[in-house]
């Protein structure tokens, strides 16, 4: 697979580590009623989709930015790729 | 049909004429009492250890696809119960003695081979870990066996001893590990479930899962709605898209592993073998091929097929422990979908929903639990209490904190 970085350009996916779900961005706030079940869910639930799947990757061999890649989990076809901290201040984190 | 040696003598002097075939094509009845969904090794091993087992008949396997067409198709075949941890151990090891008297049980030939399996380790800390494993073995009732290099260097003279970066330094045996022909153990499970009255129905996929104030009440599929008191999902690799047709998120992730297996070759490998020092694990087939494996690719994956990094690390764990596996050829690479667990632990359990019940998340080791699997969830469906060796592989386990992690990796399933 090459993923094309939105400062490098295309790249092979071997110089990156994968993580997981994009919505790993969304930390819940420990302080929240709920954060116990938040905290659950967050760590250990997953949507696993069969088709288009947003995920965090880490340059690890490269500039180590994070990215959020969509890819397709049934023909790994690789739709967009951006910065995760571009998605992350797009969602309201201040970072 | 009961299968012997006079049967096959006889048989070859009629000309093979008598054979039949080894189970019905049925439709689909309106109603059952239990619906296993997915035919691969772990539903038809299920289905048959309720008919056998439980006295329980009114059942139907459904199965999208052709019956073992999964992961019971696809894997490396491997069986042995050498894991460490109390939740795990005692149930690999009750599979393990399900194979040893599996052909007996169901009067078909699965070629289980006892042929040993040998984890290789490579450093004084890595022998003490492996000492562990096998302390921890033994109190399950398994067997275990520690060679020292002198020890290998006699049995397996073609390892590579002296490698600069990972010296074999010895190996944790146990003698009862081995490999089991993979399609045979579908086709007998299939067979026995079948002759006990169980429907197994081809080609008919599920599409939706009818839950009624919180019970379920039958499926949707692709040969029209079919009635059912109770539910089994039972269809590890794809257990997220199931799942989702009953409204779960599991704590599961899809993931690729890629297998390959080798031109024939005269026989050279004893018994299975690891490396310690990376991710391979090789046998021979009776049929002479080299079957091997190592990781899964590491990203979520749907596809049956995995990208080319892996086969060179694969490559490479192989050239390190066994050189002369470079002179072979390789014939063919495949790849299947494993559930992969956030703890690499699988489940067997009930749902939120009643009389739904779940069996998945068995990352790469599927396999080898196949007969402990059937007869465990069999016995969770029939009872409604799980079986004494499958009590911790709960669904709610991440929630109360107790993990099964054998390799402490955490909540990371690419890792396990």
């Not at chain 1, 790993?24 to 009623?33: G, H, N, V, Y």
């Not at chain 2, 149930?91 to 290789?120: G, P």
């Not at chain 2, 029209?224 to 779960?248: N, Y």
Request: charged content about 25%; aromatic content about 10%; overall charge negative.
């Amino acid at each position: 697979m090459i993923i094309n970085h939105p400062l490098l350009g295309p790249r092979d996916a071997a110089e990156f580590v994968y993580l997981g779900d994009a919505s790993l961005i969304d930390r819940p706030d420990w302080e929240d009623p709920d954060a116990d079940d938040k905290f659950y869910e967050y760590g250990y639930l997953r949507d696993n989709p069969a088709g288009a799947h947003q995920e965090l990757w880490y340059h690890e061999q490269g500039d180590r930015s994070w990215l959020v890649v969509t890819r397709n989990t049934l023909s790994h076809e690789i739709t967009n790729v951006e910065l995760a901290r571009d998605v992350a201040k797009s969602r309201g984190r201040d970072r | 049909m009961r299968y012997s040696a006079f049967k096959v003598f006889m048989q070859g002097l009629t000309g093979n004429k008598g054979w039949k075939p080894v189970w019905r094509e049925p439709e689909p009845k309106p109603e059952y009492d239990i619906i296993i969904i997915g035919a691969g090794g772990h539903g038809l091993a299920t289905a048959y250890y309720l008919a056998k087992e439980f006295g329980l008949t009114n059942i139907a396997v459904l199965e999208k696809g052709w019956l073992g067409s999964g992961n019971i198709g696809r894997n490396t075949t491997i069986i042995r119960s050498n894991y460490m941890l109390p939740g795990n151990e005692p149930f690999y090891e009750f599979s393990l003695k399900l194979w040893e008297d599996l052909e007996q049980d169901f009067n078909y030939n699965a070629m289980v081979s006892q042929r040993s399996i040998l984890n290789l380790f490579h450093s004084d800390a890595q022998r003490d870990a492996f000492v562990r494993r096998g302390n921890a073995m033994f109190l399950a009732g398994a067997d275990a066996e520690l060679a020292d290099e002198a020890q290998l260097r006699r049995e397996l003279p073609f390892l590579d001893f002296d490698n600069a970066r990972f010296p074999v330094k010895g190996g944790l045996y146990q003698r009862r590990g081995g490999t089991v022909r993979h399609d045979a153990v579908a086709w007998g499970y299939a067979r026995g479930a079948d002759s006990r009255g169980v429907d197994i129905i081809q080609n008919c996929e599920v599409t939706g899962i009818d839950v009624e104030n919180g019970a379920v009440r039958g499926v949707q599929t692709s040969r029209g709605p079919i009635r059912a008191r109770k539910v089994a999902i039972c269809v590890a690799g794809s257990s997220g898209r199931v799942a989702a047709m009953a409204g779960m998120r599991l704590p599961i992730e899809s993931h690729v592993l890629q297998a390959f297996v080798s031109e024939g070759l005269k026989p050279v490998l004893p018994g299975v073998i690891t490396f310690g020092a990376g991710h391979f694990y090789v046998s021979q087939s009776d049929k002479g091929g080299l079957v091997f494996g190592g990781d899964i690719d590491g990203y979520n994956s749907y596809a049956q097929r995995g990208n080319l990094p892996v086969v060179e690390d694969v490559a490479e764990g192989g050239m390190a422990i066994m050189p002369m596996i470079g002179r072979a050829r390789l014939l063919r690479s495949w790849g299947g979908i494993m559930d992969m667990s956030m703890d690499g632990s699988p489940f067997i359990d009930k749902t939120h929903i009643d009389g739904l019940y779940f069996n998945g998340g068995w990352c790469y080791g599927g396999f080898k639990a196949t007969p402990a699997s059937g007869y465990c969830y069999a016995h969770l469906l029939a009872r409604d209490v799980p079986h004494p060796t499958a009590t911790e592989m709960r669904l709610d386990r991440f929630k109360r904190g107790h993990l099964i992690d054998e390799k402490g990796q955490g909540n990371q399933p690419n890792l396990h």
